[in-house]
Nanobody
Framework: QVQLAESGGGSVQAGGSLRLSCVAS????????MAWFRQVRGKVREGVAV??????YYADSVKGRFTISRDNAANTLYLQMNSLKVEDTAMYYC?????????????????WGQGTQVTVSL
């Protein structure tokens, strides 16, 4: 059974940076799909970035500002978030699947963390 635990969220002013981490326990293939999603209360969960066997994916809203990476030796997924905007405020979730293909559909991810809150203020 895979468990994911996010950390690194917090409150920051617009223009600032945060680095989210997600530690995985249990087996996830080193080329398996991992992703960051975010959700604002009452809205649909949005795929932010995906890392898998192919090219990394970024939502248009975060391209050029966010970077997803993974350290397989440490079983850790990261999301470096720079130039944060107020509209980046959300609960951020780490997700994973032992699958090599690309998808941004939440229902195709088998494992989820509990989330870490990111709040960006002016």
């Amino acid at each position: 059974q895979v468990q994911l635990a996010e950390s690194g969220g917090g409150s920051v002013q617009a223009g600032g940076s945060l680095r989210l981490s997600c530690v995985a326990s249990g087996y996830i293939n080193s080329s398996g799909r991992m992703a960051w999603f975010r959700q604002v209360r009452g809205k649909v969960r949005e795929g932010v970035a995906v890392i898998y066997a192919g090219p990394t994916y970024y939502a248009d809203s975060v391209k050029g500002r966010f970077t997803i990476s993974r350290d397989n030796a440490a079983n850790t997924l990261y999301l470096q978030m720079n130039s944060l905007k107020v509209e980046d405020t959300a609960m951020y979730y780490c997700a994973a699947a032992n699958d090599y293909t690309f998808t941004i559909r939440p229902q195709n991810y088998d494992y989820w963390g509990q989330g870490t809150q990111v709040t960006v203020s002016l």
